[in-house]
């Protein structure tokens, strides 16, 4: 590090800080289980109309299931924070890493901006039962300062407040499915909101994805690598955990609201209730006090998936800072935090630009911020995970390894072949899943995006080539690229 820069400054993330636990509540606080349950879940039925939603769940997660054993396997060989990025960039090469950076950087920023619109308008409803009337910005500016000043906190701290959330709310979930499941709406259980045939109905690609969104931040494990005291063997159970109880939770939760609602109402119900269904289901079979835990737990849950989408940003912003992709700043952190300061507070500042833009220009929160932008951080990062499949076989087809042909070969195949074909049925999908008329401009402006970001990070990936050599060559290395790793045959094959 120069002299000239700051004593507060520092290049690298804070090492050994984080533990299974920590990570695993980072993870599945993005994903925000109860946020997913009575807000994905309940709006995914009311905007799609599509009653396979519970089956989609599970069917997604095994298809992430198959997409994490490649995925895992590369973590035990590549540390980096900068993750889809960087996979992608030793499997399919620099310029395709650049453009999956940008991809990234689009993807997470709409799943952590679109949030506040869910967290403004819940926490207005609920303090308008109690006299403080508000609108739904207002308390989303006050979510977005407190995410602000966490931020640039040591992330250790922000673990602990993530895991004692979460415990809670997945508490209350299970609760709550427990109490939906033993008051049918039929006076019998119904499983046919999991049949097998709802794979073959019409709008199953939208529900795939609104599945895929409530999934987005168990792939984020690899992001805190560098911060873990055993980056080997912590991000792999990480990933396995949060995964199993993240699709087992909302496939069960999913499938409790069709029982408690009739499978033939559950679509008419999340229409007429929106987020607020679950709460109405149960609160016939509830004390008052335990509904306003609960209440206060979905908002707190919506705080945690916000703090951890920040995280996640301000580390890819780190990682492409540190290679000097992007300025140099981006790649600095707080000496006495660990935290990756620059990228924290431009993120900081992005969400409010977008808010104050929502604001003014008076859009629905929860339909137009909160569902439309978080679906489409989904749909971003469905296609990183469709490419870091290909780019796992890449990789280990390039090294002599030991991971075997199921690792290295057979699953990451298979989940690309699995999740292109899910990527294919969204993007034909993607009007029923926006609720638009199928001539809506819309439905291809969000995928588009992804397009043009993409083509930007492969261009500047080609223009860097030309101009500044040095740094397109330590695309992708990361943490290794000073150290005697670049001479390791992982990365003399590293394509160019």
Request: include cysteine; aromatic fraction near 10%; glycine fraction near 10%.
């Amino acid at each position: 590090m120069s002299h000239s820069q700051p004593d507060t400054i520092s290049a690298a993330l804070a090492r050994g800080r984080l533990g299974i636990s920590s990570v695993v509540s980072f993870v599945i606080a993005a994903a925000a289980p109860l946020t997913v349950v009575a807000g994905g879940a309940t709006t995914g039925y009311a905007v799609t109309g599509v009653t396979g939603i519970p089956l989609a769940y599970l069917v997604v997660a095994v298809v992430l299931a198959l997409f994490a054993v490649g995925y895992v396997a590369m973590s035990r060989r590549i540390i980096n924070a900068g993750a889809f990025y960087t996979y992608v960039s030793r499997g399919l090469g620099r310029p395709a890493g650049a453009g999956a950076a940008m991809v990234a950087l689009l993807a997470y920023n709409a799943m952590q901006i679109g949030l506040y619109g869910g967290a403004g308008a819940v926490l207005a409803q609920f303090l308008d039962g109690y006299g403080v009337d508000a609108p739904w910005w207002v308390w989303a500016l006050v979510a977005w300062a407190v995410v602000a000043v966490l931020g640039v906190l040591r992330i250790d701290l922000n673990g602990r407040v993530l895991a004692v959330v979460l415990i809670a709310e997945c508490v209350v979930a299970l609760v709550f499915d427990a109490v939906m499941v033993s008051h049918p709406a039929d006076g019998g259980v119904s499983f046919d909101t999991l049949a097998p045939s709802h794979v073959f109905a019409a709008g199953i690609g939208a529900a795939l994805v609104t599945a895929i969104t409530g999934f987005v931040g168990f792939e984020g494990t690899v992001v805190f690598s560098e911060e873990t005291r055993d980056p080997r063997r912590t991000i792999a159970w990480a990933t396995y955990i949060a995964l199993a109880v993240t699709g087992l939770l909302y496939g069960f939760s999913a499938w409790a609201m069709s029982v408690a609602t009739g499978p033939d109402r559950i679509v008419e119900a999340a229409r007429a209730d929106g987020t607020d269904l679950i709460f109405t289901l149960v609160s016939p079979h509830l004390t008052d006090s335990v509904i306003t835990v609960a209440r206060v737990l979905f908002i707190t849950s919506l705080f945690a998936a916000l703090l951890s989408f920040h995280h996640t940003v301000a580390r890819y912003l780190f990682a492409l800072g540190r290679e000097r992709v992007l300025p140099p700043a981006f790649g600095r952190t707080s000496r006495r935090t660990g935290a990756p300061k620059i990228g924290s507070l431009v993120q900081s500042g992005l969400a409010a630009a977008v808010l104050i833009a929502y604001a003014l220009a008076e859009a629905d929160p929860i339909v137009h911020l909160f569902f439309w932008v978080t679906v489409t951080g989904g749909l971003g990062v469905l296609i990183l995970m469709t490419l870091t499949s290909v780019a796992v076989v890449g990789f280990f087809a390039r090294i002599v390894h030991a991971e075997g042909l199921w690792r290295s070969t057979i699953a990451p195949n298979v989940a690309a072949v699995a999740l292109g074909g899910i990527l294919a049925i969204t993007l034909g999908e993607f009007d029923t899943l926006l609720g638009v008329a199928p001539d809506s401009p819309l439905r291809w402006a969000f995928p588009a995006s992804y397009g043009v970001a993409g083509l930007l990070g492969i261009v500047w990936a080609l223009i860097l080539r030309a101009t500044r050599p040095h740094v397109y060559d330590a695309i992708g290395l990361g943490a290794d690229r000073d150290t005697t790793a670049l001479r390791t045959p992982d990365l003399v094959r590293h394509p160019a």
